[in-house]
């Protein structure tokens, strides 16, 4: 797996390279987006509820909480993708949620998206997808990561257009991603990740359209986030197995600029030193008093 984590192929079933990873990547660009019809029945509103309450409003102030107040007020459609549980080391985790544009480089080596990002700041980015979406993205809050619960607020706003829909679909989201962090018996750490997405298109075909192509956005979402949580998962464990190769796969990464593909090389270095060490510890638990 030298080089090419996921080698399995788990990432080449992605289908047009959304991701949830760090800014959520081009998740608002809507024929990838978690999407869902307006809730109807007490479960979805439920879920619905509990992630608007669950956003950080505190540290919002006043664009910023005005543009997400808007937005899930006023949603058009909101999605709580399936929760998946992953064996992956938190840290490294953590890194990937700051540094989407790794990711996306990293699928562009292996040949499995056509997604383009381009950062244009801290927590900033610009998306485009061969599919005919296009985005901008910005994270408005982050706080933990590693053992501490990691949350993720993104502000998204995008357009798409391609054959046979007559016109551009545009529209706006807000997505909260949690991750909590658990260390098992067997000494492997496991990630329960989660996220839910608020979206508001423009009226007023926009919703026609958005609820006449609903089972195909809610198909390629969940697959997409399934497939990207695998991939992030062999990630972490080729990163564990063989930094080395993961070192020789930063320096094809031409997307990203030298810093980063040293960040990157490091990151998967330390990701591997961990597990060694909780390797050791769990060893030497497990060792009885008098051994010598």
Not at 4 to 13: F, V
Not at 18 to 36: Q, W, Y
Not at 85 to 91: A, T
Request: net charge positive; proline share 5%.
């Amino acid at each position: 797996m030298a080089g090419r984590p996921g080698g399995s192929g788990c990432a080449r079933r992605l289908r047009f390279g959304a991701s949830p990873i760090g800014a959520a990547l081009v998740i608002c660009l809507f024929v990838t987006s978690p999407l869902n019809a307006a809730d109807k029945g007490g479960g979805d509103r439920a879920a619905k509820e509990a992630a608007r309450r669950a956003i950080p409003w505190r540290v919002l102030r006043g664009e910023d909480r005005q543009a997400v107040d808007r937005i899930v007020g006023d949603a058009t459609l909101y999605r709580q993708l399936p929760t998946r549980v992953i064996d992956c080391d938190p840290e490294l985790f953590a890194y990937l949620v700051d540094h989407p544009e790794v990711v996306v480089d990293v699928w562009r080596v292996m040949g499995v998206s056509r997604l383009e990002l381009e950062a244009k700041g801290p927590g900033t980015y610009r998306a485009t997808d061969a599919a005919g979406a296009v985005g901008d993205v910005r994270v408005l809050h982050r706080e933990g990561g590693g053992a501490d619960p990691l949350r993720l607020l993104v502000l998204a706003d995008g357009a798409y257009q391609t054959p046979p829909m007559p016109a551009t679909i545009r529209g706006s989201s807000v997505l909260l991603m949690r991750a909590d962090a658990t260390q098992e018996a067997n000494g492997r750490t496991y990630m329960t990740v989660r996220l839910d997405s608020f979206v508001r298109f423009d009226r007023p075909a926009t919703e026609l359209v958005a609820r006449t192509l609903k089972p195909l956005i809610v198909r390629t979402a969940d697959h997409n986030f399934i497939e990207t949580m695998r991939f992030v998962s062999l990630f972490s464990r080729t990163a564990e197995t063989n930094p080395d190769g993961m070192q020789r796969l930063a320096s094809r990464l031409d997307g990203v600029d030298a810093t980063t593909r040293r960040e990157f090389a490091l990151a998967c270095h330390q990701t591997a030193t961990r597990s060694e060490r909780r390797q050791r510890a769990r060893v030497a638990v497990r060792q009885p008093a008098n051994w010598r």
